[in-house]
């Protein structure tokens, strides 16, 4: 089965660009969640979709969105990019489920993470 | 103060060595994660346990709900293993939705 994928890899924008980074998750996996990762603050929780619904949300400004397509594969897009925004960016997919009695070691919930996109802000 | 706080930062050891990294959590969480990340970039994950302790190969993984505490343990180590480790903790909200806040990580470099 194949892994979790991202594109980019790599991508090198200037401050005030966008950017779109698009992930596709293991076949059958309905949960994408995404993260940011700084040497400075590590990683962080940006969002999760799951059904092609956000479902959670993390603290990070407006300028951060995403979305998920009825194939289960996510984009996010960074709007107004600033210096700040330079991180790796991971993906990460899980089974996922809607029902909240499921155990929390259940496989629903293991989360697969990609490679990452490497974003520079110049 | 950081909601999950892990120690050490940096370890270095010898080849052979038995390792224990820390993580303790200040918030109720649905489960806990260790994930290992190596240079480039890619994150695997090593456990997820809720309760008691999980053993895979040469890595076991500890869980002390009532402490809010968790001990990752790698027995004979091996350069191989050099890698940061990282502690994450599951928040789930009524929805069913996971949202994983992380430590800030373990580097940890073993020598032959």
């Known amino acids: 089965k194949a892994g979790v994928t991202q594109t980019p890899r790599y991508l090198i924008k200037t401050r005030g660009q966008q950017v779109t980074l698009s992930c596709s998750p293991i076949s059958g996996h309905r949960s994408v969640s995404w993260y940011q990762q700084t040497p400075g603050q590590g990683l962080q929780f940006l969002f999760e979709?799951?059904?092609?619904?956000?479902?959670n949300k993390g603290n990070f400004p407006g300028r951060f969105s995403g979305r998920q397509f009825s194939n289960s594969r996510s984009e996010m897009n960074v709007s107004t990019l600033e210096l700040g925004d330079s991180a790796l960016y991971l993906c990460?997919?899980?089974?996922?489920?809607?029902?909240?009695?499921?155990?929390?070691?259940?496989?629903?919930?293991?989360?697969?993470f990609g490679p990452g996109t490497r974003l520079t802000v110049l | 103060k950081n909601e999950v706080e892990q120690s050490p930062q940096n370890l270095t050891a010898q080849e052979g060595e038995f390792i224990t990294i820390n993580c303790s959590y200040s918030?109720?969480?649905?489960?806990l994660h260790w994930l290992q990340q190596h240079p480039g970039g890619g994150i695997v994950s090593l456990f997820m346990l809720s309760s008691g302790k999980k053993k895979h190969g040469r890595l076991i993984a500890t869980i002390n709900i009532q402490e809010k505490h968790s001990s990752l343990h790698i027995t004979a180590s091996h350069p191989r293993d050099s890698a940061v480790y990282i502690c994450?903790?599951?928040?789930?909200?009524?929805?069913?939705?996971?949202?994983?806040?992380f430590g800030k990580g373990t580097k940890l470099t073993v020598n032959p």
């Open positions: 990460a997919s899980s089974v996922g489920t809607g029902l909240a009695w499921v155990r929390e070691e259940s496989a629903y919930n293991e989360q697969f």
């Open positions: 918030v109720g969480i649905s489960a």
């Open positions: 994450a903790v599951s928040r789930r909200n009524q929805g069913g939705s996971e949202k994983l806040v």
């Open positions: 979709y799951f059904s092609e619904t956000q479902r």
